[in-house]
């Protein structure tokens, strides 16, 4: 089975900044897209940021030029640079991860971490 452990997360003023770390293992075979989603409580879960096998980055709107998302391929790692956070980013950041666990898998799975809490007071 496929694991997701998010780390990094914190109560931080405005303005400031977090690294949210999300680590991947078990048995992976390829992944397709790793991503950073935000939920606040009542609210649906949305996109932050998303990075796909060939690099490319898409991000939220409220977001862009403040987040950068990263991965390493070879450790299956993926990262979250939040600068300037505004009090609006409060929420549980959750890590995601679409891909096969084996070759003959035809389409990708979506797992999910634990979720981390990041608190920025005004």
């Known amino acids: 089975q496929v694991q997701l452990v998010e780390s990094g997360g914190g109560l931080v003023q405005a303005g400031g900044s977090l690294r949210l770390s999300c680590a991947a293992s078990g048995s992976i075979f390829s992944i397709n897209v790793m991503g950073w989603y935000r939920q606040v409580s009542g609210n649906e879960r949305e996109l932050v940021a998303a990075i796909v096998s060939g690099g490319r980055t898409n991000y939220a709107d409220s977001v862009k030029g403040r987040f950068t998302i990263s991965r390493d391929i070879g450790r299956n790692t993926m990262d979250l640079q939040m600068n300037s956070l505004k009090s609006e980013d409060t929420a549980v950041y959750y890590c995601?991860?679409?891909?096969?666990?084996?070759?003959?898998?035809?389409?990708?799975?979506?797992?999910w971490g634990q979720g981390t809490q990041v608190t920025v007071s005004s």
């Open positions: 995601m991860m679409a891909g096969r666990t084996s070759t003959g898998q035809a389409r990708p799975n979506d797992f």
